[in-house]
């Protein structure tokens, strides 16, 4: 079965300091990954793909098939780093419950 | 470009009422989906399109019809609406292929008494 595990709720961090939101998936075949974000107010919308290996806003993300894990980082939050983050797996999107991340001054 | 457009942005409905969410987007994108959010569910698909005339169902499709018979638009019908279906409701879209961005739109809000 195709499962997407987020373990922590809610994550709250000091500006500056590094962040990581840990996904983990369950997939037997290629998984596509992905990281959404939601910031108040606003749509959700896509922050990371792990095919594009690319880096958005500081974040990256890197595909661990071994630990069937995609991990977000992070190295200095911002406070506008503040959202609802969700990781989620394939075209047809299984969600993970998300993670609110907090980002105090 | 609109983008992804969600109509209406909130509804309250009696159970047993029908009606329908509508979704259009205007980025000629072949992929088309619905999704429920839930407290402590997360978004869950309800139904899915490809192209226009091809629809299939997700992960919670009973309650829900769909159809798409233009590229542009996928609205989704609840034929009898349940207290189980407050939720809110997300429409996205996509291009085809692996690895492509889904755009969401606003959402709408739904609540049956």
């Known amino acids: 079965a195709q499962r997407v595990t987020q373990p922590e709720k809610l994550l709250s961090v000091f500006k500056g300091a590094p962040v990581e939101l840990k996904c983990n998936y369950s997939?037997?075949?290629?998984?596509?990954l992905f990281w959404y974000v939601q910031y108040s107010r606003q749509r959700l919308q896509l922050l990371l793909r792990?095919?594009?290996?690319?880096s958005i806003k500081g974040f990256t993300a890197d595909l661990n098939k071994g630990e069937t894990s995609f991990h977000l980082k992070k190295p200095f939050a911002q406070e506008e780093d503040s959202a609802m983050y969700y990781c989620?797996?394939?075209?047809?999107?299984?969600w993970g419950l998300g993670t609110s991340l907090a980002v105090n001054p | 470009n609109a983008g992804v457009t969600q109509t209406p942005k909130f509804q309250v409905l009696k159970t047993g009422q029908s009606m329908t969410l509508q979704c259009a987007q205007d980025m000629n994108h072949e992929y088309m989906s619905w999704y429920r959010q839930d407290p402590g569910m997360g978004l869950r698909l309800i139904h899915y399109s490809v192209g226009a005339g091809i629809t299939d169902q997700g992960e919670v499709p009973n309650g829900y019809n769909v159809s798409r018979s233009t590229t542009e638009d996928f609205p989704l019908r609840l034929l009898s609406a349940a207290p189980s279906q407050t939720s809110v409701y997300f429409c996205a879209s996509s291009y085809s292929g692996i690895g492509n961005e889904q755009f969401f739109g606003p959402g709408t809000r739904l609540t049956v008494l």
């Open positions: 997939y037997s075949g290629s998984p596509e």
């Open positions: 792990h095919i594009s290996r690319e």
């Open positions: 989620a797996l394939n075209r047809k999107l299984i």
